[in-house]
């Protein structure tokens, strides 16, 4: 019998949706889906937001010189609203956190100091900034600045409690790093064609990421939400690791890629490639 995502009112998310045993990716905005859900009733939330930066400029791929287009979800609406636009959906992700939950957000320099500072207006308390290193990072074309190769996971709870109530599985962490304590810089190369043998996503991150994310934050049968699911990375993560998953995605193409990924791991292994 399937696992039920055990929301009081998940008869209320959108009717078009993806379910799975103990996992479900709904469409629609992820402010209007999380208004549905009740407070305090995830452990963990992982967001890769738009960043904003899809706006005319240009990026190397497979060694060409490419316009960065992510889509009309990826672009600028001025400084001040894309501000907003993070205000909001963090304030809807602090409403629906546990105490003992966490938050993680990724984001480059284009987006990530606006996330951290809103973090500060709603009180979330930060307690790290890991910064995850792509060893094949692609390369500069315009040779104007250093490569970019980084982009920073902020980690912070919903609020500053004392003492600390938190889910950190700090002994797992350490022992994933040979016995010493694991420090902030990750080394997560970006996701191989054996993880998009589903399809394609412009901004679909390591699984790798993700597995450390959810090992190190929460534990099996928790409840994690991603609201931009996008390729769905966090949900299969998430059922690999035996916890429960509910995603967020507007797209309805990404959302049935979320749902392919996250199907092929519920079925028989070999189905979908284990990072490493
Ligand atoms: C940066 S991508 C996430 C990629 C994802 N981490 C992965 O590994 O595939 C952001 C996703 O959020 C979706 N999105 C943007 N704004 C949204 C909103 N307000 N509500 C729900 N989804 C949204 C976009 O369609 C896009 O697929």
Redesign the pocket.
């Known amino acids: 019998m399937a696992r039920r995502l055990e929301l009081h009112d998940w008869n209320d998310l959108p009717s078009t949706e993806e379910r799975g045993d103990g996992w479900a990716v709904a469409l629609?905005?992820?402010?209007e889906v999380l208004e549905k859900l009740p407070p305090r009733s995830v452990d963990l939330v992982f967001a890769?937001?738009?960043?904003h930066l899809s706006n005319g400029g240009t990026t190397c791929q497979s060694g060409r010189r490419v316009r960065v287009d992510?889509?009309d979800?990826?672009q600028s609406n001025g400084l001040l609203a894309d501000h907003s636009f993070q205000l909001g959906?963090l304030q809807a992700c602090r409403r629906v956190l546990k105490p003992s939950g966490t938050l993680w957000v990724?984001g480059t320099q284009h987006v990530i100091f606006s996330v951290g500072y809103a973090m500060q207006e709603l009180g979330f308390h930060l307690l790290n900034t890991v910064t995850w290193f792509k060893p094949n990072a692609a390369p500069n074309l315009a040779c104007r600045m250093f490569t970019h190769s980084t982009e920073i996971l902020l980690w912070a709870a919903p609020m500053r409690t004392k003492p600390l109530a938190h889910r950190f599985n700090y002994r797992e962490m350490k022992q994933r790093n040979g016995g010493k304590q694991m420090r902030d810089l990750w080394l997560v190369p970006t996701p191989g064609p054996r993880e998009k043998l589903h399809g394609r996503?412009p901004?679909?991150?390591p699984l790798a990421l993700?597995e450390r994310v959810i090992a190190a934050s929460s534990n099996p049968g928790d409840l994690v939400l991603?609201?931009?699911?996008?390729?769905?990375?966090?949900g299969v993560a998430a059922v690999m690791a035996g916890r429960r998953f509910l995603g967020?995605?507007?797209?309805p193409a990404?959302l049935d890629l979320?749902a392919r990924r996250i199907r092929a791991v519920e079925a028989p292994p070999g189905a979908e490639a284990r990072a490493g």
Not at 28 to 31: A, L, P, Q, R, T
Not at 48 to 51: A, E, H
Not at 226 to 234: E, R, V
């Open positions: 629609g905005n992820s402010i890769d937001p738009p960043y992510k889509g979800w990826d959906w990724s996503h901004t679909q991150k993700l991603d609201p931009f699911a996008g390729s769905g990375t966090t967020v995605e507007m797209d990404y979320a």
